[in-house]
């Protein structure tokens, strides 16, 4: 009798599952989009209807599958995401966040003020990935995806799975844009993302998609400027983030031009310092492995194909540099190497105001063994080397 008591006492304190929310009875917040316009943030929350997911993972859904955002203006982020809990109906969870996108205006006005919201906001979570656009955010949420796949599919939520076939500027996390902010001596690549009806058509309905269109490139706390995928073409070919990167080179032969498909694969790139009693020289070593995927002839000479690969990858990775050092960028991180391995000398240089500049002759370029991807063209001569 006691212990049924004493058992009937606790039960009368257990809470059990009282409190319980239903997943289905919740707005799953899957990406967030901010903006700074007319002295205020105007928010944007994308949310997805995970019914639909479920359904997608099954197979092909026969219906698009709906995008649902919500938007809300205010004098802090904070007070932008109040306003849409005003009109939400149902509880918000941020727990399946995994895309930022923030406005030009706010990456030139707001950012240290905004990344700072962000990262003292308990609710949500840093490993989603960062982007920049001068898109409207609403219309770059409800990009379609071919198919009628989920959103979550879309380059750029998983953009590793398409760097197999087309390398770009490599995406980062909220988590680490905040660390690397506040660093004086590192400079921060943002992907710019735009929106192109000129690529998918659904029969002949042209549908817009969201592409990779170069990088923002930050500094110092400061947005330096912006860089087209053109003139980044060469960081992008050889960051160690890089999986394939076609190229094309020409080889000229009795008077005729000769198109040669190139694939490059798996750079590794090594920065070098050298010093001096007299100066600091820095400089790049590129290894790199090339893949012959088609050619116009039968017979391929390896040294002068490698040749040309070497040149045309020194001349774009010189290029990309030297756009950004323009405007105050060093998309290689030079200045924090040395800060971190050689701090005396960054130190002296600064101190100095002549920090060393890439010069062209310093940047090697080692290609692999060279390859075909096929028979026709395996006529490769020797020596590979």
């Known amino acids: 009798m006691r212990n049924f008591l004493f058992v009937t006492s606790l039960m009368l304190f257990l809470t059990g599952c009282s409190n319980i929310r239903e997943i289905q009875y919740q707005a799953y917040a899957v990406g967030i989009g901010i903006d700074y316009k007319d002295h205020e943030y105007h928010v944007v929350l994308q949310f997805l209807d995970f019914s639909n997911v479920a359904k997608t993972e099954q197979g092909k859904s026969d219906q698009p599958v709906p995008v649902w955002i919500a938007t809300g203006k205010g004098k802090t982020v904070e007070d932008a995401i109040i306003q849409i809990y005003h009109g939400i109906q149902i509880p918000i969870n941020y727990d399946q966040i995994s895309l930022f996108v923030f406005g030009t205006s706010l990456l030139e006005h707001r950012l240290d003020k905004t990344l700072k919201s962000l990262d003292t906001n308990f609710n949500i979570r840093q490993t989603g990935l960062v982007y920049g656009t001068e898109e409207k955010v609403e219309g770059v949420f409800t990009t379609k995806v071919p198919f009628n796949y989920a959103y979550s599919n879309s380059r750029i939520n998983q953009p590793e799975s398409m760097q197999q076939q087309d390398s770009t500027v490599p995406a980062i996390s909220l988590q680490e844009l905040i660390f690397e902010f506040n660093e004086k001596v590192k400079t921060i690549v943002l992907p710019r993302i735009s929106i192109t009806k000129q690529i998918v058509k659904k029969n002949l309905e042209d549908l817009p998609v969201s592409i990779f269109d170069g990088a923002y490139i930050m500094k110092d ?7 087209s995928q053109q003139d980044l073409e060469g960081f992008i070919r050889v960051n160690n983030k890089a999986v394939r990167s076609p190229v094309i080179v020409i080889e000229e032969t009795d008077g005729n031009e000769e198109l040669v498909q190139i694939e490059l694969l798996k750079p590794k790139v090594k920065r070098v310092i050298d010093k001096d009693k007299n100066e600091v020289n820095i400089g790049l070593d590129i290894n790199i492995s090339a893949i012959i995927r088609e050619a116009s002839k039968k017979e391929v000479l390896s ?3 490698k040749r040309k690969i070497k ?16 405007i105050g960028g060093d998309i290689y991180q030079f200045e924090d190497f040395m800060y971190r391995f050689m701090y005396k000398d960054w130190k002296a240089t600064k101190k100095k105001g002549n920090f060393p500049v890439l010069k062209k002759e310093n940047i090697h370029v080692e290609v692999r063994p060279l390859k075909s991807i096929n028979k026709i063209n395996s006529g490769i001569k020797l020596p590979l080397k």
């Open 311 to 326: 040149e045309k990858v020194t001349n774009e990775v010189y290029a990309a540099y030297l756009k950004s050092h323009q």
């Open 303 to 305: 040294p002068r194909v």
């Open 221 to 227: 706390e400061k947005l330096k400027g912006y860089l």
